[in-house]
């Protein structure tokens, strides 16, 4: 019972947290947005934010395979998603610049859309097929000129911790890239705050940054042969850690 109170407490303080944090980051973004041609400043900014959420969430976080990227280079990042902690975990602590690939919807809300802007992410049209694959190009050249991006290859959170099946479209955009693709495990943040619940538990988590993937040698016609090979390198690595946990 005590233990129930102590985490509504905790719930209650990090959210006022996140809200008072999120506003007061947000403006400076939305500032900043308009002197920064890269968008490296804003994205700083919202690495600061996330790790305070990290810090208040009392989160203890192990990042393992860092060595593995070359900062000259330009990635797709492909986490599994297991709960709404995942983006302040990749935000704050994937030490690369990157840019997320988000639901052109997002970008209409208010304030939160235009420091989404401000840091330089890159907009989705899913409301139809022709403006989905339009968006998919403009990333696409987006990316060869450097810029890298993440994209959660589930398309939502799971529920029960298990990996989803992945949705298409990153992967068009991979081969459209042809820049490798960086599978990312991410375990623990289920055990924080689950798809479906709103109370925050600290727990340990882990985030394992496997080997990139080269993709220069697949095209949209066998993009779905390079989804099913991400895939399986995923599963494979969450399997085992789960059986080593």
Same mark, same amino acid.
């Given at each position: 019972m005590l233990k129930s109170i102590g985490y509504r407490i905790q719930t209650l303080i990090i959210v006022l947290w996140v809200v008072v944090m999120t506003g007061g980051v947000a403006t400076i973004v939305i500032i900043c947005s308009f002197f920064s041609r890269t968008g490296n400043g804003p994205h700083l900014l919202a690495r600061f934010w996330a790790n305070s =959420?990290?810090? $208040?969430?009392?989160?203890?976080?192990? $990042?393992?395979?860092?060595?593995?990227? +070359?900062p000259e280079r330009s990635y797709i990042y492909m986490p599994n998603h297991q709960s709404n902690a995942d983006i302040p975990l990749l935000l704050g602590r994937l030490p690369v610049q990157f840019r997320w690939l988000a639901?052109?919807?997002?970008?209409k809300i208010p304030v939160f859309g235009r420091a989404m802007r401000g840091v330089g992410y890159i907009s989705?049209? *899913?409301? /139809?097929?022709?403006?989905?694959?339009?968006?998919?190009? *403009?990333?696409? *050249? @987006? &990316?060869? /000129?450097? @810029?890298?991006?993440?994209?959660? %290859?589930?398309? @939502?959170?799971?529920?029960?911790?298990?990996?989803? %099946?992945?949705?298409?479209?990153?992967? $068009?955009?991979?081969? +459209?890239?042809?820049v490798p693709i960086v599978p990312i495990i991410i375990r623990g943040t289920r +055990?924080?705050? %689950?798809?479906?619940?709103?109370?925050?538990? #600290?727990? #340990?988590? @882990?985030?394992?940054i496997l080997d990139p993937v080269e993709t220069s040698g697949y095209t949209r016609k066998t993009k779905d042969a390079l989804l099913e090979? =991400?895939?399986? &390198?995923?599963? +494979? /690595?969450?399997? /085992?850690?789960?059986?080593? $946990?």
């Open positions: =959420i990290l810090w $208040v969430a009392r989160a203890k976080i192990t $990042v393992s395979g860092i060595e593995k990227l +070359d639901k052109a919807e997002l970008f989705i049209d *899913r409301s /139809n097929r022709k403006s989905a694959f339009e968006s998919l190009e *403009r990333a696409a *050249r @987006t &990316i060869r /000129n450097g @810029t890298s991006v993440l994209i959660f %290859p589930e398309g @939502t959170r799971s529920r029960d911790g298990h990996i989803l %099946p992945f949705k298409k479209g990153g992967f $068009v955009l991979s081969v +459209d890239s042809g +055990d924080i705050i %689950p798809k479906g619940h709103f109370m925050i538990r #600290p727990a #340990p988590i @882990t985030m394992q090979h =991400i895939r399986s &390198i995923l599963i +494979d /690595n969450f399997e /085992n850690e789960k059986r080593e $946990v």
